[in-house]
């Protein structure tokens, strides 16, 4: 790995190559640390990385300390060393003064990848790069961040050496109000142009203190719709409330009270950003903001369209449903026709989403064998035909029982509350609970068996011959490092 340890070994054609190669490391340094930390608080597990060339003649640069873009070399080779066009920008302005002035470069659309770039006048070309998660509400929180990490390495590069203070890191850290913000403003100037009165800042957190306000031991449920001001009239109020008596958004308690009245109901409590105008039905304006309590949780959405979640007095990216992507891996291993497997992953899939929102454990028994096996529990005769509507819905009522659902591979359910048995083994994890290690110890002893263990809790545990399989990366990062950076020509050829 090639590491800038020299300044000649930067071209010296502006001020801006004879910026020591050891800030500048450090600089792309605490910018992907503060990228990982956050996004990682924010979508779960996540890593990040960088290509950069300083000027248009300069070397494409890359930094990757978590390997997140392996795989992908042919592609970078094809776009940046045999197409040289992205040398080529006659709009960039090449003084550092002007690095505000960024040039946006879009996603590249790399499979399981989102990016953004852009040129400037102190750093010619840059894209960054991060994990696109399957469970994302949106893309557009992920992206608002990603670019202000060019903003941020713009700026940096920008000032001298001595000015530098490391604050970009630190900020991308603590980001996620701020990408929220940024990508619903992108959106209300698509709709409502520059002139909108809303101020975000104060509604997101008001939309956090009430996820947190009780009211008789009870989290809030029911949606609280803002819109701006000139949409007011297009809405269709069911109560309106007199202006002198208009609760204001910052009265939490007096606001938490009201959002018992569209409790579970297909009615909003109406703010314009600033105070309680009353309640209307589920008839929108053109452009709203909706957020959707439910209890531990909420979602936050624009015009009907999910941005992000809510839980603990922050916001993070996940739908709250599982995917389920190691289940789908696991039966397009399996011998079963194409068929087989999207009705099974169908079955599988409703019954723990039924789970997840009914806030009530189950365990799932995908039993791939020709015959299934026997398992000690209720056993059906005749089974059920899953396929069927109403008989999926009668198994979603028979998973609340203790035990397991025993399906078979022809989308059948064999039995319920099934006991799952097995000897002890090195693999258990004491920190988890019976369900959880029933299924590692039952897997442990019989082929051809995936168990899906959904927790009360709302996790939900993929297992298969003993082992739980995990769809997430381990970060090996270390915290206050810096990183090499290396050349992208050598790396291709790696």
Known sequence: MLSYDNQDQFPPHSMIDQVQPSFIRRCVSDILTGLSDGLTHFSGTSRAAVIFALQPDSPMLLCDPQQLLKGHEPIFNTLYLDNQQW????????????????????????????????????????????????????????????????????????????????????????????????????QMNLFLGWDSQIRIYPVLDAILMLSETREEGSLPEGRLLIVDPSMVRELDFLVKFREEVRPQLVNYKHV??????????????????????????????????????????GFLKINRNMVCSFADGRFSSTTYQAKLVQLEELLLDSTLDRSEIFFIFKIVSSLVHHSQERKHGCTIVIDLNPEPVVISGQVLSPPLDLRKPYMLKMAKSLAKVDGALHVGADQHLHGFACLLDGRSFPGEDRARGARYNSALRFTAEHADIIVVVVSSDRPVSVIYQGVEVHGTCILNQKVGCVYDLERLDRWVDL
Request: overall charge neutral; charged content about 25%; glycine content about 10%.
């Open 256 to 297: 938490r009270k009201l959002l018992l009245t569209v409790e579970r109901s297909g009615r909003h409590l109406v703010s314009d950003g600033r105070a309680i105008l009353g309640i209307c039905g589920d008839l929108l304006p053109p452009f709203s903001l909706c957020a959707d309590f439910r209890g531990r949780h």
């Open 87 to 186: 040398r080529v920008n006659e709009k960039v302005q090449r003084d550092r003064k002007k690095f505000a002035d960024i040039i946006p470069v879009k996603d590249l659309g790399l499979a399981g990848l989102l990016s953004h770039g852009g040129y400037s006048g102190s750093v010619f070309f840059q894209q960054w790069f991060t994990e696109h998660h399957p469970d994302l509400c949106s893309t557009g929180p992920t992206e608002c961040w990603l670019e202000h990490a060019v903003w941020r390495f713009s700026h940096d590069l920008a000032n001298d050496q001595e000015l530098y203070t490391g604050i970009s890191g630190y900020f991308l850290k603590e980001f996620a109000t701020h990408a929220v913000r940024d990508h619903i403003i992108d």
